[in-house]
């Protein structure tokens, strides 16, 4: 069988797009070849694909009109295939004609064009006028079988060293040719190269290992040094010119390493080195303003600074803050915290770094003298970033984080822009989320009083989606007269994981309860007087009892206490519907009765809504 | 450099402009670019352009940021298969030698909500150093563009520093005994003092509002280049209200809607005078 090798000749594609066209080729190769490649290599000048073909297209079957319609529809339908009616075959009482396949030579240059214009990108361009959309512009197709070319005409070696034509003998020589001119096809060897090139204590914390692995052809690892009077600034600030800017890896100090695409290592390392500082030296100029002003002064100057049309600047933002900490609990390292935390903003280095919004502040901090509670506390406000990414480590770092997304909640829902569909141009809902996981994972009491009603039942629902709970649970809970966010949280999974023979007597208990009493007006207080029969002397007793005892178990935070409290108004409430009859023909009777019923709901129901709970 | 490229560009075949005379937050905001991009016609054009970022200036203290600085700027309409190839031509011309440095296109799409325009392209580095950025445009004005342009803008003040090898835009070397700074520096110190601290507000945005007004009975009377001009007024009073720190996030969205749908109103009408031009000549 002979063997493709397929190249499509690009301009630059970005990392992304590489990566997209190795995830789509070998289903491109199976659908338009046949077959499974047997190599995708993908890099930004080119990618290829070598694949053991057969030499003929299988035959394929063409289904025509019914037999039952030969008369009117087989001369049209030979016609139009080219041979004459007589000629049609009949498969499962379908006329049709078999088209013989064709010499994978004949066939190559369509199915070549079809994977070519097979291939999606998350972003696509035009380029000329051949109505083909690609990454970037594609500027030459090469497809081998064995020795013959059968698409296009050669490769091209490396853009800069190796600009000329190059012959490829055959699939098999396709690597070493190429090598030869500097560009390495394959990337994961380009990744090796690279990552044995560094030197030892090299990171990459904004990981752009992959991306560079896709922006050159023939990585050459160099090494290079910045001035030692920039280590001045906050180590972060380093990293990010270095690596978001320059996709370098740090190297500890004032060493670095990066990926260069071939050139005089020497001309190349004093460039990088020149373009380096040169960031660092803007940095630096911003960082000593913003010092020499103090992060004292900073603060003071947040009233210019709209923090959201509509709901005035940083300063008061700041003072928002100060009260949510307060009313979160927070000691006086969050209050302190909560003073300087925006004071960031009006520094300068914060638009040069808006990444870094937060940690720098923290920075400033610490330089002013403040406490270290107090800086890792500004400096880990907008944690957790993502779902799965750490939560404050610092108590005051919690508090302050909490609060800050209490306020851009809050601001935003009072502005009318809570998130719709997939907009989420404030990151409310990962707001919510952090929010969630505060007080789950950071075991921080989040009052939901403190929220408002339109933010608690935003953040509740978050909740619903976070927790590893059936989601009836978590809507039982929120419906409880637990009116903190953890609390939820630990009702709800602790309802979840309550044993059968406990939860139903509750729940039964709840339902009947609250069914009877559902249409009803109760009496709005329970007359002892009223009360006529001992079973249901004994519900009031009971409730009397056990309504206080969920109530302090609840505010102790003793789920299990509460739980079992309540369900000690099973059997009393069993017995009140054996014996009782709950529409007394006396008015007075049954409203009192009633009236019980709403007592015996609402005491269970402190524990949450269990009609939610299907059983 | 700046003589240089003029002639590498000349000599390929530019039409050879002079700077645009509205005040441009970038080279593309010409009409020389911006609207020949629009319709069918081949265009080649190269320009020096000035262009002017209230809010990038640093008051001539910091050697990488300025309110003024200068562009040059290449169109070429439709782009050829080897557009790259002239373009790293023009880099030889003024002395880069790329088997020695290290030339790299990264990925750099660009989009001017201003002027519902974007395009895919990159940055180009030399050495790690940002030299050029690059664009294949795709719409203008919101309209698909029938002929798709490359867009060459070299930043001049990077591209010296890179030749010269100075770290400081103020330190190059601009005529013998002459620098850059020496040029610069003092008006650098005025216009900052302006954009941030004096421009007059309430002025800006009644003028803001003016400009629109007569963008729009421009438009009416189709007259699509003056009624440019007055979305690129409408564009620079946004930045320097932008600067004076005037407009809140919001609001921004809303300015920027605003001349954005000026753009759009003057491309379409911009395209639509051309195609009757032509029906009309062939008439």
């Known amino acids: ?615 | 450099m700046i003589r240089t490229l003029e002639g590498y560009w000349a000599d390929y075949g530019c039409v050879l402009m002079q700077p645009y005379h509205t005040e441009v937050a970038a080279g593309t905001m010409n009409p020389a670019t911006a609207l020949r991009s629009l319709g069918p016609k081949p265009w080649k054009v190269a320009y020096v352009e000035p262009v002017i970022r209230p809010t990038d200036g640093r008051y001539g203290e910091n050697p990488y940021r300025f309110q003024h600085y200068l562009q040059y700027q290449v169109v070429i309409k439709p782009a050829p298969a080897d557009i790259l190839d002239v373009y790293f031509g023009s880099l030889a011309a003024i002395g880069i030698d790329a088997k020695k440095h290290d030339l790299r296109l990264v990925e750099d799409d660009w989009e001017q909500p201003t002027l519902g325009a974007w395009g895919l392209g990159w940055e180009v580095w030399c050495d790690g150093m940002e030299i050029t950025q690059w664009t294949y445009f795709q719409q203008f004005g919101g309209l698909e563009l029938e002929a798709i342009p490359a867009e060459i803008t070299y930043g001049t003040e990077r591209l010296a520093m890179f030749l010269q090898r100075k770290r400081s835009a103020f330190e190059l070397e601009w005529a013998p005994g002459v620098t850059w700074g020496d040029v610069y520096r003092e008006s650098e110190r005025e216009w900052s003092t302006y954009n941030f601290e004096v421009a007059p507000v309430d002025v800006l945005m009644r003028r803001f509002g003016e400009y629109e007004e007569e963008c729009r009975s421009l438009i009416e009377r189709r007259l699509p280049l003056p009624a440019y001009d007055q979305v690129l007024k409408s564009s620079h009073t946004f930045n320097l209200l932008d600067a004076r720190g005037a407009v809140s996030v919001t609001e921004r969205a809303a300015y920027i809607g605003r001349v954005r749908d000026l753009a759009r109103a003057v491309c379409q009408l911009y395209v639509d005078l051309e195609a009757e031009g032509d029906a009309a000549s062939a008439a």
């Open chain 1, 1 to 615: 069988m002979p063997r493709l090798l397929l190249e499509i000749g690009c301009e630059e594609l970005p990392a992304r797009a590489c990566r997209e066209a190795l995830a789509q080729l070998p289903a491109l190769s199976r659908a338009h070849l046949d077959v499974d490649p047997e190599h995708v290599w993908v890099g930004p000048r080119r990618l290829a694909l070598v694949a053991e073909v057969s030499d003929r297209t299988p035959d394929r079957w063409i289904k025509g009109p019914p037999e039952s319609r030969r008369e009117q529809a087989a001369e049209g339908f030979a016609r139009r295939y080219g041979v004459s009616s007589d000629e049609l075959e009949v498969r499962d009482g379908f006329l049709g004609v078999t088209a013989p396949g064709q010499s994978v030579r004949e066939a190559l240059p369509q199915r070549v064009d079809a994977i070519v214009r097979g291939l999606e990108f998350w972003k696509t361009m035009r380029w000329d006028d051949s109505g083909l959309r690609f990454a970037r512009p594609v500027r030459w197709l090469l497809a081998k079988l064995d020795s013959e070319t059968v698409v296009g005409e050669a490769s091209f070696g490396h853009r800069f060293q190796h600009p000329e034509p190059v012959e490829i003998d055959s699939p098999a020589a396709y690597l070493d040719v190429l090598r030869a001119v500097d560009v390495e096809p394959d990337h994961d060897e380009r990744r090796r190269r690279i990552v044995e090139g560094l030197p030892d204590g090299w990171s990459d914390p904004a990981d752009v290992l992959e991306e560079v692995v896709h922006l050159v052809e023939w990585p050459v690892v160099l090494e290079g040094s910045f001035d030692e009077r920039f280590l001045q600034l906050p180590v972060r600030v380093v990293q990010t010119a270095m690596q978001s800017h320059q996709r370098y890896f740090p190297l500890g100090g004032n060493r670095f390493a990066f990926v260069a695409n071939g050139g005089d290592p020497e001309v190349v390392r004093a460039g990088n080195e020149r373009v380096l500082e040169g960031r660092l030296d803007d940095a630096s100029f911003t960082f000593e303003r913003d010092v020499k002003v103090g992060i004292d002064e900073l603060a003071t100057r947040l009233d210019h600074i709209t923090f959201f049309a509509g709901a005035g600047s940083f300063a008061e933002k700041a003072e928002r803050l100060l009260d949510l900490v307060t009313r979160l609990g927070g000691g006086e390292a969050s209050r302190e915290a909560a003073r300087l935390a925006k004071a960031d903003q009006a520094a300068e280095l914060v638009r040069e770094f808006p990444d870094l919004e937060g940690h720098i502040g923290a920075e400033y901090a610490r330089l002013a003298g403040y406490p270290e509670a107090v800086c890792a506390a500004v400096d880990e406000q907008y944690l957790p970033e993502g779902p799965d990414t750490p939560i404050p480590a610092t108590e005051a770092g919690r508090i302050l984080s909490a609060a800050d997304k209490i306020d851009n909640l809050r601001v935003a829902f009072e502005l009318g822009r809570r998130p719709t569909g997939s907009r989420d141009p404030y990151g409310l809902r990962r707001a919510a989320i952090g929010l969630c996981r505060l007080a789950i994972e950071g075991s921080l009491s989040i009052p939901l009083e403190l929220l408002g009603p339109d933010v608690a039942e935003f953040v509740l629902e978050r909740l619903e989606v976070l927790l590893p709970v059936p989601v009836e649970f978590t809507r039982a809970a929120r419906a409880s007269g637990v009116d903190d966010l953890g609390g939820v949280a630990r009702l709800a999974e602790a309802l979840a994981v309550l044993p059968d023979e406990r939860l139903d007597p509750i729940h039964t208990a709840y339902t009947r309860a609250s069914r009877i009493a559902a249409n009803a007006n109760g009496s709005g207080e329970l007359d002892p007087a009223l009360l006529q029969e001992p079973a249901e002397r004994a519900v009031a007793d009971a409730v009397a009892r056990v309504e206080p005892q969920i109530r302090s178990a609840l505010d102790a935070g003793d789920l299990h206490g509460a739980l079992d409290a309540a369900v000690e108004l099973a059997s009393p409430l069993d017995r009140f519907f054996e014996e009782v009859l709950v529409m007394a023909d006396d008015s007075a009777v049954r409203a009192n009765r009633l009236q019980l019923m709403l007592d015996v709901r609402d005491a269970l129901g402190l524990l949450g809504d269990f009609s939610q709970i299907p059983r």
